[in-house]
């Protein structure tokens, strides 16, 4: 049976990491800041944006929460953005999504100050994938650097290793395409125009889902050598309404070696890499500043 | 025996498309105006802007060579770009590289506004990439592009087709990646520390070649279908001093369907690009100037 790939041992380890280096900051009079824009009262914004606050403080960090009318309009909503790009105080920034439909065009990545942008998704931080960076020296999307946090902390190198990504999205698929490439990974990037994906599966060390189909994937996909690591992105309800991923658990756990959970796994590293990008982000502009 | 695909037949066709929106944008009074700098004297970068320069002019665009002296002060370089980036005149706008060693470390793709990067690698370019886009708007990096161009003119879809390039670097291979991604193929992003290179390449229906080793790929790389397209982006001097790509032609020749020769093949598609860029770039800054 395989092993399972939890988040929660690795979470006690980061968090601890954590708030030692915000202790670290504060010494230098630092207190990392998270701003954190939430437009209207989508309850799983809501949700988030709560869990997100109530983590950067637990590493001692501050966060805030600015709540905007629903009916916000898009001038008004743009210069409050950018009020908090500028503002020294917010060492990271981000703006929770969805945004209402009148909003939805704005592609708010790009607005935040690079080197504010904890979420990862600003131009710039992702040319520094594409130059070959794997994380040293730039912000990195959140999903993907919890991916990569994860397979290190259970000693999978990816060097040499074959990688089928499923899923070529712009959060997920592509930017963890680049990563693992800079990691010497050798990646396949899967979608669904992709021919014989079980084949190209089954040839894989590492399978990653990010498909976001209810338990897509089962054991066809895999090889009999039961040495394949599985990593699920999907976040999805089946149709009783239950919490699962893009794999299907009970299907493959006794035909793979290692297999991150949904709830439990991947999920909850993106909120680790969100306090790793703000010390990250922290420590930029305090270069910056000095430079 | 493969087919060559030539990049001479393409041109034509190219070349007169280019010629005639040329013809039309002047009548709305605006010639597409390239500027190119190029620093000091090194002669493959006389030799290539002077190509460039004479493509431009040939089908009814302006260019001009900003000359510098090799000792330049980095001050008095950036003062300049920036000069030439702010110059309304400028449709298009890139350095020559590669620049002397006391500006190399500058990454002058990023100091070029994205709506005259007709090099296609300012990071706002190359995250329309990211975000799925096939080129319709943005600039597209020339290389890439024209590997593109090169199989739509020979009818070669993508679509559900497996891909194996070989190479990641930024200038081609991982642009490359994404763009073939974009356009629904599956594609493997193979490199140095890729294992079973060979069957990787094997099991591809389209294997592209830019690593920069001189006959690299022989037919030990293929298999026995001979249905295989290649694409060799390599430009290489071989021990006695001639030209030639990536691939071992002689080698593969009688091994696969299409094959694209070295010289005459995708290099020559990289100044049609710059060319398409700057006509692109040119109906982006007529657009922008009538928001």
Partial sequence: MATLLKAAPISQRIVKDLTYECTQLKEKGLTPHLQVILVGEHPPSVIYTRNKKKFMENMGATCDIHKLPEDISEKDFLEILKGHGSNPKNNGLFVQLPLPSHLSHIDVGQLVPPEKDVDGFHAHNLYSLL??????????????????????????????????????????????????????????LCHSRTENLKEVCQNADIIVAAIGKARFLDNSFLNKDKNQILIDVGINHDESGKLCGDIDQASVEDHCALLTPVPGGVGKMTILSLGENLIQATKIQMENSHV
């Fill in 131 to 188: 130059s070959g960076d794997k994380g040293d020296n730039s912000l990195l999307p959140c999903t993907p650097k919890g991916v990569i946090t994860m397979l290190q902390e259970h000693n999978v190198t990816l060097e040499g290793k074959k990688v089928a990504i499923i899923g070529r999205s712009l959060i997920v698929g592509k930017p963890l395409t680049l990563l693992m490439t800079n990691h010497n990974a050798t990646v396949t």
